[in-house]
């Protein structure tokens, strides 16, 4: 579906934005399921449903959620509990995209959606997706899914392009903190380029390309994107998902292999974390931690 300058562009920058490709039905049923989860977190007061592949939460809370402001900023592995996303997800365009880039013989690896209310702080620091889920090699995509109109003021996705050729560590003292050092982040702001777009884009990225995002500060604008990783079928992973899905190593694309493809030279691997996203391993609580419903 590509053509070779779009391949080409992917390669020099580390990413790639396809205007329009899911359309508008799809979305509308996506995103019919996440006004009936918003709506039921107004019953909880933390993180909740924790019947998944690694016990921990599938719905994520910001702090200063309540019925009266719900604030569900992340569902982890949407595509396990409602076929809407599964559809997007493992058939049509996107998997199509995806294998022109990696392929031919592509598996999915995990999905989350993230939900930028209007107004909340939630944000997220310059990093990159492989460190959290090493594998052999490093033929992988990260799919963003604008499911809302996305420009700075709610919140978009800043990419440095370019940063998939370079290399910087997501430890600090010899933990994993899932997010380059500190002292990196006004170059990375200096060098990233604004993912705005409309509902229905689609940016695809390298799993080695440095991002992040500020929070959304409009006042009646949210910004939902669903976050999808894909991987060749032949880089098999050096540690278990960070995010585990009942779909793990689906094939979207071409066959499956036995035979894994290894890359030359060192990558650091992390040991599992306790917490319920990466949004508290970056340091941004979660509503009511430390209690479980």
Same mark, same amino acid.
């Given at each position: @579906? ?111 959606? %993230? ?27 990260? @799919?963003?899914? @604008?499911?809302?109109? @996305?420009?700075?003021? %709610? ?139």
């Amino acid at each position: @579906m590509l053509n070779p300058t779009q391949i080409d562009q992917f390669r020099k920058q580390g990413y790639l934005v396809v205007r329009d490709l899911v359309p508008a039905a799809a979305r509308k049923h996506m995103l019919a399921e996440l006004e009936q989860w918003v709506e039921a977190s107004c019953a909880f007061d933390a993180n909740y449903d924790f019947d998944t592949p690694d016990g921990k939460a599938r719905f994520d809370l910001e702090q200063g959620h309540s019925a009266a402001h719900p604030r569900l900023r992340r569902i982890a592995n949407p595509c396990d509990v409602a076929t809407a996303y599964q559809e997007v997800l493992f058939e049509g365009a996107i998997p199509a995209v995806v294998a022109d880039l990696i392929g031919p013989d592509v598996k999915f690896h995990h999905c989350k959606l %993230n939900n930028k209310f209007p107004g909340t702080g939630t944000r997220v620091e310059y990093h990159a997706d492989h460190p959290y889920d090493p594998h052999t090699n490093d033929d992988g995509i990260t @799919m963003l899914l @604008m499911l809302d109109d @996305m420009d700075e003021g %709610n919140g978009c996705p800043r990419i440095v392009p370019g940063s998939q050729a370079e290399r910087y560590s997501h430890f600090r003292e010899g933990a994993f903190t899932g997010s380059t050092d500190p002292v990196l982040f006004e170059e990375f702001d200096q060098r990233a380029d604004s993912i705005c777009g409309r509902a229905g884009d689609v940016c695809l990225m390298h799993i080695w390309t440095l991002h992040g995002g500020g929070p959304n500060t409009s006042r009646d604008r949210p910004r939902r994107l669903l976050i999808a990783d894909y991987r060749a079928a032949d880089a098999f992973a050096l540690t278990s998902p960070t995010v585990p899905s009942r779909f793990y190593q689906r094939i979207v694309a071409g066959e499956p292999t036995h035979v894994a493809r290894l890359r030359e030279g060192t990558i650091e691997v992390l040991a599992p974390y306790q917490d319920d996203s990466f949004f508290g391993l970056q340091g941004q609580k979660a509503a009511g931690q430390g209690n479980r419903i």
